[in-house]
């Protein structure tokens, strides 16, 4: 099976099938990362480009790992948004871009909506690396990757997203995700922090983290942006930690097989305490697992399929 | 010149008037109305109206015409051509320009600019310097420059003690506030209606609150001052709710709303479509029956359309970027008449909300076809059916979220002082 459409943009509307296909065949592209010569021709000829307008280093890396494991020409552009409102718009520079001819574009942006606004105006597929509040899919990929491979499946499980869900795309991506495979989202934090109508998109709201935790089998730990406390949105990182800090004791009210998760970079002594983050060696098998899934991403929209991979 | 409209029907609330009229304007004026065939049809240009309707010239009591300051977006002539087309006679255009409207110089600068346009333009002066929010503008020069109502739309007056004094100050004129009612503490950031698909869009949200709470305020205020109060571009259910309770109580307070407010809810915005970025924004379907239930039962007084002219540059990209605001006087009355279409109003409380109410609230004597008052006439044709191509606007932006809709019913002539 491969995927129809041009872009990745999100999960939301994906189907259960879809998703399984390209966890299916992030399955095979792992064990091309853990080859001693780690690269396979896939995308040999094929242009990629990192348009990342919002700094990142982790996802940007991944991703250029990923092409250039397929043997894809990678190139990074990195540009502060601030620059770009004054300057060129963002379309003029996507269009200069494509017209060096490249096949793939990867965007990262602080304004939701913005890949989908590129994505309508260029030939080239558009992977969304993350935009605004909106979706992370590459992320939500890795995370449902990751949860299949160290627990069997996703069907049944019950899953708790715990921190600022208002102002994160990998909440959402993930809660789009995971319902479709059948788990069971709950997500958890201060009001301040949970959108309005959020329960409409299939996920349980929680304000107290020790009954959105009890009985789970994963906690997966949102980032707290510190500078969140100046527009009121917390009290403080003491208090932010000793309601939605994931310690021991909270993790002990989950299953015994419990999987904890953070997509980094953590915020030790805030939202995840250091005892918890370096028990969980799962955290950097994310991190692997994320470039399997890129480059099954990249594989399958360039017109792959999975029986080939 | 002589104008004789014939065989049309009359619609003129102020005057109690809906039947088979034949009109004679004369020098500018309404001179008379009569059984069909009864005027003289010996020497004035005679319009065959059969089917039509003929109404009171149409009052925009909330434009931006953009002139001094952003003349690639609109100017005063463009502007008042977007008026005529769309059925307009008169518009009031707010003070929102560079330098803004808060003196004289503006006003009458604005005024000779209007002189030659094609529909009469009444302007609105700014409330406080700079529309700043810091300190008066002068209101009463202002008002006797030729100002017909003083208003910080755009830019909400936050200091409540300085709107107090505002209102206050307006009385020696019996000056009308007009107030673009939002908490821009609570708006912040937001591009759109905060709720589900703010959520699901990820995009930062505006709450109803936000207008609610500044409605709340002005009403308060007004009551306090006993200042005459407009509340401009009504979005939500809880001020149409405000407006209501206020009016009950007999406070001087006014309300008005635009045809998108009825027309479109926030899954307009869906795909990220800038067309359906304007502020307050587009809210629910529960909001949009609010509304139309506050047209029906009164509460709210007219529709204006906060006619928002934006350069494409401006509107597209990021949507976080993008300008807020729509053109709407080009697709005004065909929008109005969806609600005739479904019952929610009737043509002539329609009208009296598009030509009559406002008139009566700017106190400009106009919006009835009493014979001896202004040859404002419109003419609509209720039947014809059309398709908006915001490339054929009179105005020069394009920023409509309308393009492409299928309509029924237009202005098919705006007769402005006697003039075709």
Redesign the interface.
């Known amino acids: 099976m491969s995927l129809t459409s041009k872009d990745l943009l999100g999960i939301?509307g994906m189907t259960a099938d879809e998703i399984t296909t390209i966890l299916d065949t992030a399955a095979t592209f792992k064990d091309v990362s853990e080859r001693d010569i780690k690269k396979v021709p896939a995308l040999r000829g094929k242009t990629v480009i990192n348009l990342f307008y919002e700094a990142s280093t982790r996802t940007r890396t991944s991703f250029e790992l990923a092409g250039k494991r397929l043997s894809a020409d990678v190139i990074n552009i990195s540009t502060s948004t601030s620059s770009v409102?004054k300057g060129e718009?963002?379309?003029d520079t996507a269009r200069n871009i494509e017209a060096m001819k490249c096949d793939m574009i990867i965007v990262r942006?602080?304004?939701?909506?913005?890949p989908?606004?590129l994505s309508k105006r260029l030939k080239s597929a558009v992977i969304n690396a993350g935009?605004?509040?909106?979706?992370h899919p590459t992320q939500a990929l890795l995370d449902m990757y990751t949860i299949r491979e160290k627990l069997g499946k996703l069907e049944g499980l019950a899953i708790a997203i715990v921190g600022d869900i208002?102002h994160s795309?990998v909440a959402?991506s993930n809660i789009y995700g995971l319902t479709t495979m059948g788990a069971k989202v709950r997500v958890c934090g201060p009001p301040t922090m949970m959108?309005?109508?959020?329960e409409?998109?299939g996920a349980r709201v929680y304000c107290d983290m020790n009954t959105a935790v009890e009985g789970v089998d994963v906690i997966m730990m949102i980032r707290l942006q510190l500078e969140r406390q100046t527009v009121g949105l917390f009290p403080g990182a003491r208090e932010y930690a000793s309601f939605y800090g994931l310690n021991q004791a909270r993790v002990e009210r989950a299953a015994r097989h419990v999987l904890v998760m953070h997509p980094g970079p953590m915020n030790r002594g805030v939202e995840i305490s250091s005892e918890v983050a370096d028990g969980t060696p799962v955290i950097l098998e994310q991190v692997t697992n994320g470039v399997a899934v890129r480059m099954a991403v990249m594989y399958l929209l360039s017109g792959g399929t999975n029986s080939e991979a | 010149m002589n104008i004789l409209i014939k065989n049309g029907h009359v619609i003129d609330p102020a005057n109690k008037v809906d039947e088979q009229l034949d009109i004679l304007v004369s020098d500018g004026k309404i001179a008379k109305l009569g059984k069909p065939g009864s005027l003289s049809t010996d020497g004035p240009q005679v319009l065959d109206a059969a089917g039509k309707l003929i109404v009171p010239g149409l009052i925009d009591m909330h434009v931006h015409l953009r002139e001094p300051g952003f003349e690639y977006k609109e100017t005063i002539s463009t502007g008042a051509a977007a008026a005529k087309a769309g059925g307009f006679t008169s518009v009031c255009c707010m003070p929102n320009t560079n330098p803004v409207n808060d003196n004289r110089a503006i006003t009458e600068f604005i005024l000779a600019q209007a002189r030659d346009a094609s529909a009469r333009v009444y302007p609105i002066g700014a409330i406080t310097k700079g529309s700043r929010g810091e300190e008066l503008a002068e209101m009463g020069e202002l008002h006797q420059a030729g100002c017909v109502a003083l208003s910080d739309d755009g830019r909400p007056l936050m200091n409540a003690s300085l709107m107090r004094r505002a209102m206050e100050y307006s009385r020696i004129f019996d000056t009308l506030i007009i107030s673009h009612c939002e908490d821009s503490t609570l708006s912040d950031k937001g591009v759109m209606n905060?709720?589900?698909?703010?959520?699901?869009?990820?995009?930062?949200?505006i709450p109803c609150a936000a207008e609610d709470v500044m409605t709340s305020r002005d009403i308060s205020l007004a009551e306090l001052t006993g200042c005459r109060l407009h509340i401009a571009h009504v979005s939500t259910a809880g001020s149409v709710g405000l407006v209501r309770e206020a009016k009950k109580r007999g406070v001087q307070v006014t309300a008005e709303t635009c045809p998108h407010y009825f027309t479109l809810t926030d899954e307009a915005v869906r795909?990220?479509n800038s067309m359906a970025k304007m502020n307050p924004p587009l809210r629910t379907a529960e909001d949009v029956a609010a509304i139309k239930q506050g047209l029906k039962d009164g509460t709210i007084d007219v529709i204006a359309t906060d006619h928002a002219p934006h350069g494409m540059?401006e509107k597209?990209?990021?949507?976080?970027?993008a300008a807020f605001g729509i053109v709407g006087l080009e697709t005004a009355v065909g929008l109005t008449l969806r609600l005739v279409e479904e019952g929610a109003l009737s043509f002539s409380e329609a009208i009296r909300k598009l030509s009559l109410n406002p008139s009566a609230i700017l106190r400009i004597g106009a919006g009835a076809l009493t014979p001896g008052s202004d040859g404002d006439i419109t003419i609509i044709d209720p039947k014809v059916s059309w398709t908006v191509d915001s490339a054929q606007f009179k105005s020069k932006s394009r920023n409509t979220p309308f393009n492409g809709w299928k309509l029924t019913g237009k202005a098919v002539r705006t007769i402005v002082g006697g003039r075709l």
């Open positions: 939301q409102v718009t963002l379309l942006h602080s304004c939701s909506g913005a989908e606004f935009d605004g509040f909106h979706e208002a795309r959402r959108p309005r109508g959020i409409s998109l | 905060e709720g589900r698909i703010s959520t699901e869009l990820g995009l930062r949200g795909g990220y540059d597209s990209g990021e949507f976080d970027y």
